[in-house]
Structure formats: C-alpha cells, structure tokens
C-alpha cells in the first residue's frame, strides 16, 4: 500500500510560479511510475505530466509544455511538479498518482494509488 501526501497549492498571479510535492508512504517508491493529473470544475480529470520509476522519461500535456517540469528525489520518496508561466487555465484541483510498475502511463486507469490533491487557482 502507498499513501501520496500533496502540498504546495494555493493562489497564485497569472505569470507566477508553484511547486508541488507528493511524498509518497512506503520503501518501493522507487520502483513505482508517477504522475501528476488535474481536475478543473466541469472537466474531466486529465494528465500533466508523467515519468517512469528512474525520471529517464517523461511526458507533458501539450498545455503545459515547457511551463511545467517534474522530477524526483527517490532518497525523499517525492516527487514534483514545478509549474512556471501559470495561467487562469491552470486553475485544477492537481493529484499525484502512483502505479506500482517501472513504465510511464498517461491514463489515469493505469495509476493504482492517489493522493487526496491540492487545489492550484491562477487568478488573471
């Protein structure tokens, strides 16, 4: 079992930036695949970002590409989404989810394990 624990959320100014973390319960974390997802109002829950179990790959949303960067610190079990150039439409309640295999994914029926998600709002 793995317990995802997000922060870093709050309000921010359009142009402004924000880190996320999710520190992750458990000594496999570093055989687990991760990813960061959003969810606006309305919307359904999309991916951000995403990376394997070594951060060798990832991948970005085309919206967020070049604005956003995530990485990992196995020795911390956390990982990270650094969100630069942030925009109203980043607005999103952002989760960090888990998947217990090495391999990247981008759909969320591929993650076994979420965090309770923080809330991003970028005001214009």
């Known amino acids: 079992q793995v317990q995802l624990v997000e922060s870093g959320g709050g309000l921010v100014q359009g142009g402004g930036s924000l880190r996320l973390s999710c520190e992750a319960s458990g000594r496999t974390f570093s055989s687990y695949a991760m990813g960061w997802f959003r969810q606006a109002p309305g919307r359904e829950r999309e991916v951000v970002a995403a990376m394997n179990w070594s951060g060798g790959m990832t991948y970005y949303a085309d919206s967020v590409k070049g604005r956003f960067t995530i990485s990992r610190d196995n020795a911390k079990n956390t990982v990270y989404l650094q969100m630069n150039s942030l925009k109203p439409e980043d607005t999103a309640v952002y989760y960090c989810?888990?998947?217990?295999?090495?391999?990247?994914?981008?759909?969320?029926?591929?993650?076994?394990?979420w965090g309770q998600g923080t809330q991003v709002t970028v005001s214009s």
């Open positions: 989810a888990a998947r217990s295999g090495p391999g990247l994914r981008r759909a969320s029926r591929d993650y076994d394990y």
